[in-house]
């Protein structure tokens, strides 16, 4: 899959591929792209977690149970996932933030999460 060359990421370069399976993104690209479609700003790339997963339960927002009639396979731990800014914001606060995949979140994380917490939260500096 090619990156959009005009959706930029965090660090500035081209928006690069979060996952292809799961098949991940608002708009189901592999690409954490956003539009204004999306409310609620699907752009954090992020390594799914076990503590992850349980916080987003208990907040109200089971992600590991598959839907499949909204095309959604349920996350499990190490899979890939184009997370909801201010939910990655809401677990980082309360200690459960997931690891970041930097070069493939987009810049429209930073209306919700600031860029050390998104650096210091990163699989790879």
């Given at each position: 899959?090619?990156?959009?060359?005009?959706?930029?990421n965090?660090?500035?370069?081209?928006?690069?591929?979060?996952?292809?399976?799961?098949?991940?993104?608002?708009?189901?690209t592999?690409?954490?792209?956003?539009?204004?479609?999306?409310?609620g700003?699907?752009?954090v790339?992020?390594?799914?977690?076990?503590e992850f997963?349980?916080?987003?339960?208990?907040?109200?927002?089971?992600?590991?149970?598959?839907?499949?009639?909204y095309?959604?396979?349920?996350?499990?731990?190490?899979?890939?996932?184009?997370?909801?800014a201010?939910?990655w914001?809401?677990?980082?606060?309360?200690?459960?933030?997931p690891?970041?995949?930097?070069?493939?979140?987009?810049?429209?994380a930073?209306?919700?999460?600031?860029?050390?917490?998104?650096?210091g939260?990163?699989?790879?500096?």
């Amino acid at each position: 899959m090619e990156p959009n060359q005009g959706d930029r990421n965090v660090l500035g370069g081209a928006l690069q591929p979060c996952s292809l399976d799961p098949m991940t993104g608002f708009y189901r690209t592999g690409c954490c792209e956003t539009g204004p479609d999306d409310q609620g700003s699907h752009t954090v790339c992020v390594r799914v977690t076990e503590e992850f997963l349980a916080f987003s339960r208990a907040a109200g927002n089971d992600l590991s149970t598959p839907m499949p009639e909204y095309g959604f396979p349920g996350l499990k731990d190490g899979d890939r996932w184009c997370l909801c800014a201010p939910r990655w914001h809401e677990a980082f606060v309360n200690g459960y933030a997931p690891p970041v995949v930097l070069d493939a979140t987009h810049e429209g994380a930073l209306k919700h999460c600031g860029l050390d917490d998104l650096v210091g939260s990163a699989l790879e500096h």
